[in-house]
């Protein structure tokens, strides 16, 4: 696939770094910084083109006429729309992405459509990065919950702790444990390897575990694997931007919620627009301001300012002075690292989670939900099975058929129905099928098998 990717910043780097390394993507990235698309000609088997990402000439150069994809990715909304609009009207590229932060923008749906803004996918990394931390929230002893199916199922991971009963068990007896619920364990990551689970798979302390259940499952799931986690009713979050003020938004209703904002201005305005969260003018890595704040009788501290090290810093304070649980955002993967090292119980990664809504539209296949794990290298894919048995590689075939290498079928959505994938489970034409690829680059594979012919 020709993959035209406008705006080489972080959002940028990322699409490009994990589009450019499967061979059927051709990708061709533009930016107005030389030095940056230097660093991308000596990493990257990528073409860069120089010049403002919304002028048809410089288009015209990247090769728009022949892109079947754009996306646009640049800091500002405004260069977006117009750069899709010029590809649509000039060089009719067939799919065009934009990455639209405003919520003024993004609000009035109505205006990207064929005969208005040209834009056929909007992605807002901060409503994706809000989403992503309130789920956390909601599942206190989750590092990650994934959804799938329109909130059907979901895949959640977690750090093993002695005090659940599954450690040092078999997997073949979490039914006994928990008989009512349906789940199914995706994948184990032992001292940063994997491990693709079977019955006989033992579960050791401090294994990442990720497994897939329906979410009114996910919190007895949990239990067994990490024993119980208090609920989450105190939150502070360090960072009154758009992700902190959408996220304060979100929690004031069912949490006590305080948001630290280090801007006046930005400050009293936030406070206006929220209704019971407290707003607090200071700076987030004050130990004075997190002392009077009691910051050791809060249950998670979240740091999503625009600087990640203070993210960091203001996180890594938090939980010296007493905080339960402190997550920070972090883009960088050697900062992200940190969350390895128990010092920040959890690294968001805003590109990370947006890389993972841009793939879903460009995998083959009918794919329709996409995350990108382990810093890219792993992924997990809800994909449509199509066709019939002699059309299709899955349709009218059991799972022990299949074995894609390197991934687990762990469930099936079929309707309103959500099935744990066993062996002799058969895949009907309209399932949604939910995959766990332990090692991306078997992803052409995985492709191929909801390709059909």
């Known amino acids: 696939m020709k993959i035209l990717i406008l705006g080489a910043g ?27 698309l230097r660093e991308f000609q000596e990493r990257l088997d990528a073409r860069t083109v120089l010049g403002h990402a919304a002028h048809p ?96 199922v979901r895949l959640v991971a977690a750090r093993a702790h002695e005090r659940g009963a599954l450690i040092n068990r078999p997997l073949r007896e979490l039914p006994e444990h928990i008989p009512n619920v349906e789940c199914r364990v995706a994948a184990i990551y032992r001292d940063g390897s994997s491990i693709l689970p079977d019955g006989d798979t033992v579960v050791r302390e401090d294994d990442e575990v990720f497994f897939v259940a329906a979410r009114k499952d996910i919190q007895a799931v949990l239990s067994e694997v990490r024993g119980p986690d208090d609920p989450i009713r105190r939150v502070v979050i360090a960072g009154g931007g758009n992700i902190g003020m959408r996220l304060a938004a979100a929690l004031e209703d069912s949490n006590q919620v305080k948001v630290i904002e280090r801007n006046y201005e930005r400050a009293r305005r936030i406070s206006e627009r929220l ?23 809060t249950d ?11 993210n960091i810093l203001s996180a890594m304070l938090a939980r010296r002075i007493g905080a339960n649980k402190v997550m920070a955002l972090i883009n960088k993967p050697a900062y992200a690292d940190l969350a390895a090292t128990g010092t920040i119980d959890i690294a968001i990664s805003p590109h990370q989670i ?7 539209h460009v995998r083959r296949g009918d794919v329709v939900k996409v995350h990108a794990l382990r810093h890219g290298a792993a992924e997990a894919i809800e994909a449509v099975a199509h066709g019939d048995f002699r059309e299709s590689r899955v349709v009218g075939r059991a799972i022990a058929e299949i074995r894609p290498r390197g991934a687990t079928i762990s469930a099936i959505v079929r309707g309103e129905d959500v099935l744990m994938a066993h062996h002799d489970t058969v895949i009907e034409e309209g399932d949604h099928v939910i995959l766990f690829v332990a090692d991306r680059r078997q992803i052409d594979e995985v492709e191929r098998l909801f390709e059909v012919d």
């Open 57 to 152: 000439d410089v288009l015209e150069r990247a090769g728009a006429g022949d892109a079947e994809m754009i996306i646009a990715l640049t800091n500002s909304d405004e260069i977006n729309m117009v750069a899709c609009q010029v590809a649509g009207s000039l060089f009719e590229t067939p799919r065009k992405i934009a990455r639209i932060r405003s919520r003024e923008y993004a609000k009035h749906r109505s205006l990207f459509r064929p005969d208005g803004i040209p834009v056929d996918i909007i992605i807002s990394p901060a409503q994706l990065v809000t989403t992503h931390i309130d789920e956390l929230i909601d599942f206190p002893g989750a590092l990650q919950v994934l959804e799938f199916s329109e909130g059907r």
């Open 275 to 297: 209704d019971k969260a407290i707003v607090l003018h200071g700076d987030a890595t004050d130990e004075n301001l997190l002392l009077e704040e009691n910051i050791d009788r």
């Open 354 to 360: 947006t890389l993972g809504s841009l793939l879903a």
């Open 300 to 310: 998670v501290f979240v740091a999503v300012t625009n600087a990640e090290e203070a």
């Open 10 to 36: 972080q959002v940028g780097t990322t699409a490009a770094y994990s589009l450019a390394r499967e061979e059927a993507n051709e990708v061709t990235i533009v930016d107005r910084d030389p030095d940056k």
